[in-house]
């Protein structure tokens, strides 16, 4: 089981703004930043967000981000159908002294 | 240009050990920690260890499923850092990855395929 909760799955039509839900505890999101990242299946992942908000290198701005005490969320609007991937938050866990990933949640763009 | 590139992955029984590897160029290694993770097949993503370093001690972190069976090391001379895995269980069996530990990963190279299977 992950030290952080993600639902396994979201969906949105194209042009629909979705948001996905990263949970945690005080020793990991609540103490430290929250990454996020993107994977096609098949494919290596690619960072999306880092230090809660930050959009990576030649992410568009369809796609933010924040935290809020122990919980984090993606957002992506004006959703398009190449936004049909999975998306991981990710964390340090100051108990567990490592990083910690999310379950993933599976993103269909109906 | 930041550049990993994993490798020495393949098949292998369930008890016997493996090195990877990961070769890196484009940024001061030594300068860095590097972590490794993997995806088993059809799950998600899972860090497996870190090394930091040598500035802040060279020490090792593990994700307790590894812990006592797989030793990450690095040889800032040659900017590789390696991931020897004893005890291989089936498990184990996943695309692993390696990257720069900035708190953030990227970019990531393809992985190397490790399959631990009789």
């Known amino acids: 089981q992950s030290a952080l909760t993600q639902p396994p799955s979201a969906s949105g039509t194209p042009g629909q703004r979705v948001t996905i839900s990263c949970s945690g505890s005080?020793?990991?999101?609540?103490?430290?930043?929250v990454y996020w990242y993107q994977q096609l299946p098949g494919t290596a992942p690619k960072l999306l967000i880092y230090?809660?908000?930050q959009r990576a290198s030649g992410v568009p701005d369809r796609f933010s981000a924040s935290k809020s005490g122990i919980s984090a969320s993606l957002a992506i609007s004006g959703l398009r159908s190449e936004d049909e991937t999975f998306f991981y938050c990710a964390t340090w866990d100051d108990s567990l002294s490592g990083r910690v990933f999310g379950g993933g949640t599976k993103l269909t763009v109906l | 240009e930041v550049q990993v590139v994993e490798s020495g992955g393949g098949l292998v029984q369930p008890g016997r050990s493996l090195r990877l590897s990961c070769t890196t160029s484009?940024?001061?290694?030594?300068?860095?920690?590097m972590s490794w993770f993997r995806q088993a097949p059809g799950k998600g993503l899972e860090w497996v260890g870190f090394i930091r370093s040598k500035g802040y001690g060279g020490t090792t972190e593990y994700t307790a499923s590894v812990k006592g069976r797989f030793t990450i090391s690095r040889d800032d001379s040659k900017s590789i850092v390696y991931l020897q895995m004893k005890g291989l269980k089936t498990e184990d069996t996943g695309i692993y990855y390696c990257?720069?530990?900035?708190?953030?990963?990227?970019?990531w190279g393809q992985g190397t395929q490790v399959t631990v299977s009789s």
């Open positions: 990257n720069r530990d900035d708190g953030w990963f990227d970019p």
């Open positions: 484009g940024f001061a290694f030594d300068d860095y920690g």
């Open positions: 230090r809660n908000n």
């Open positions: 005080i020793s990991n999101i609540g103490n430290n930043f």
